[in-house]
């Protein structure tokens, strides 16, 4: 079984992108989506993902309030902040952060590097 991604991100086309970037170049085949914070946390509540990628300015519930929502009810799963935006992890509370311009291929690099990393939990994070 393979290990399921959030990702969330108010652009659907994007969203797409990434899908088909991360099968093609980090060996991901399960995703899940949403549209916002506020979905994304109900995403998780559901069915807990291995690794949560978060966009940071969306409508509704955007991605820092989202991280501190997700970190309280789903600790032990990764989140990575892929946003145009210039931020620490440490500022955000978040696990890591890749830059829009810094581009998909350091993205992958950071995706493969959260899937491969043992659960700590021992939970299976596999859907």
């Known amino acids: ?18 899908k088909e970037f991360l099968r093609k170049h980090a060996g991901a085949a399960s995703f899940e989506e949403a549209g ?6 109900g995403r998780v509540t559901q069915s807990k993902p291995a690794l949560i990628i978060l966009d940071l300015s969306m409508p509704g519930m955007g991605g820092l309030r989202a991280a501190q929502e997700l970190k309280k009810i789903a600790p032990d799963v990764p989140i990575l902040l892929f946003t145009m935006h210039d931020a620490r992890p440490e500022d955000i ?24 990393k043992p659960n700590p939990s021992g939970v299976s994070a596999a859907v």
């Open 1 to 18: 079984m393979s290990k399921t991604i959030l990702i969330v991100d108010d652009n659907d086309i994007l969203r797409r992108v990434l």
């Open 36 to 41: 916002d914070g506020r979905e994304a946390i």
């Open 93 to 116: 509370g978040v696990d890591a952060v890749v830059t829009k311009v810094d581009g998909l291929s350091q993205l992958a690099e950071k995706v493969r590097y959260f899937l491969e």
